[in-house]
């Protein structure tokens, strides 16, 4: 991109200057002065601004949910600087709708405060204690749950637990934080809040209430009981494709005439499915556009696998490829074909349609999406954290398929593309660096499976009993031998032309 000269003098991003803003900006039309808390939200990252925090900016406009702003928190140093950022600019976003066809910039309010990041918590322990917080949500990864990628039970072996089980007043976790505030709450005679993972977990709700059950017993059986019992854990799906924030995204929205150190991109399409099972009420968010039903499994099922699971397809192959962007791996002929055969022949069999949505033209959605060239999502990001998207997202669909005599050739190639990225070369010689949480240990396997296939699923922490079923293992050796052997893309054209 170009980087364009703004035609008039910036306008700083502020409650002061938003009459300043050029008349193309759609701008918050209520009193942001009179706004009051409902919601803590605990990883307050781009996807949460573009999505969560845009529906409740979206109720505000009509002059609703007025009491519900939004307090931003984190827990770990790295938060420090962007609420300090957003802090400058009274908290306000500028969001870009980057839509083929044109371009659209809107500035939400949504937002009031961001607790200070300090060592302990306590600030974000006590916020949340107090009675005008009726909702906790949070976006903090699929790995952040401290969930055992085998069993699916709570990992309780983590460094970072065993901190939190030991000094519960002065937690390093979110979930420790968390139970803290229920504590004081109850204690109190305060009633609990709502928990509400925004991650994508299928289950998140249940998981959310995993870990804290699972973490507070683990010190305060009594207190565990009282948070399993009071608070709610709605499941939900959240879907919007939002690309990192880097100097091209800050200089298209200073294109537009606006100062804003820390906007957010987006493409033209938010989803939201929930469960209305909120225990200290919550905003009318379906007034906006979002789903409340009892079958957010079914939504969520099909958009972890076809698009989450999609998203692996494509991005270990372009990482080994050099491919930079998503829509670049979707201009590349043979990983957009790879894409499509997988998904629609060996996914869609397991995932049912939902309301005015069938899995087949849900694929051909995700082929658009994906396809959007003004989303310059990298490649290099979407194939970060493997180690938890590859569990949450491929391999249930292996085992279904498994189970139901279906195909999992194709499935199985995508593994064997995730243990040739994870040996940490590119085809063109440039290194792949460090990518995942659980990198160091990943390398090391996929270096041994270089020779040895079977060595990288024996990582039955990932796996499990995967590799001890002949009809998976004969095929993921097939094709990382073949892969190492005659390159990725002779591995695509060869299931391709199966």
């Not at 880097?246 to 820390?262: F, M, N, R």
């Not at 938890?388 to 279906?406: E, K, M, N, W």
């Not at 040739?420 to 990943?442: H, K, Q, V, Y």
Request: proline share 7%; charged share 20%.
């Amino acid at each position: 991109m170009t980087k364009q000269t703004p035609l008039t003098p910036l306008v700083p991003l502020c409650n002061d200057r938003l009459s300043q803003l050029p008349p193309s900006v759609s701008v918050p039309t209520y009193d942001r002065s009179t706004l009051t808390a409902g919601i803590v939200h605990i990883g307050l990252g781009n996807f949460h601004r573009a999505h969560q925090a845009w529906y409740l900016h979206r109720l505000m406009q009509q002059g609703l949910a007025l009491d519900w702003a939004i307090i931003g928190a984190g827990v770990r140093p790295f938060d420090e600087a962007q609420r300090l950022k957003l802090a400058k600019q009274d908290y306000l976003t500028t969001l870009v709708e980057l839509d083929p066809a044109q371009t659209s910039a809107e500035v939400t309010g949504a937002m009031i405060d961001y607790i200070p990041i300090t060592e302990g918590n306590r600030p974000l322990i006590n916020r949340m204690a107090e009675p005008d917080i009726r909702i906790v949500a949070l976006t903090v990864t699929e790995g952040g749950y401290y969930v055992d990628p085998a069993t699916k039970g709570f990992d309780a072996s983590h460094p970072d637990i065993q901190h939190d089980v030991a000094h519960p007043d002065t937690p390093v976790t979110v979930f420790g934080a968390i139970i803290a505030a229920l504590k004081l709450r109850r204690d109190q005679g305060i009633d609990a809040f709502t928990g509400l993972s925004c991650d994508n977990l299928q289950g998140n709700g249940d998981i959310l209430r995993q870990t804290l059950v699972s973490l507070a017993r683990l010190s305060d059986p009594a207190l565990a009981d009282w948070i399993d019992h009071a608070c709610t854990f709605p499941n939900s799906m959240v879907d919007c494709i939002v690309p990192a924030t880097g100097p091209k995204e800050i200089e298209l929205v200073q294109a537009l005439g606006i100062d804003d150190a820390a906007p957010v991109t987006h493409e033209n399409y938010r989803q939201w499915v929930l469960e209305d099972n909120f225990c200290a009420d919550r905003p009318d968010w379906d007034k906006v556009g979002a789903t409340f039903t009892n079958e957010v499994h079914d939504f969520e099922a099909m958009k972890l696998r076809i698009l989450n699971g999609g998203h692996q397809i494509i991005a270990d192959p372009g990482e080994i490829l050099s491919v930079a962007t998503i829509a670049d791996c979707m201009a590349h002929e043979n990983i957009r074909a790879l894409f499509n055969k997988v998904a629609r022949t060996e996914i869609v069999p397991h995932v049912k349609p939902v309301p005015a949505m069938t899995p087949d033209a849900y694929v051909d959605l995700i082929d658009r999406r994906f396809s959007n060239p003004r989303i310059i999502d990298t490649t290099r990001r979407v194939a970060f954290d493997g180690a938890s998207r590859h569990p949450g997202f491929i391999i249930p669909v292996i085992r279904d398929a498994l189970q139901a005599h279906t195909p999992i050739d194709g499935l199985a190639l995508v593994e064997a593309t995730w243990a040739r990225m994870c040996e940490g070369t590119r085809e063109d010689g440039s290194i792949i660096e460090a990518n995942d949480p659980f990198w160091d240990d990943l390398q090391t396997a996929a270096l041994a499976a270089k020779n040895s296939p079977m060595v990288w699923l024996e990582q039955r922490q990932y796996f499990g009993d995967l590799a001890d079923n002949p009809r998976f293992a004969e095929a993921f050796c097939k094709w990382l031998n073949m892969i190492w052997e005659k390159g990725t893309e002779a591995s695509i054209d060869a299931y391709l032309n199966s």
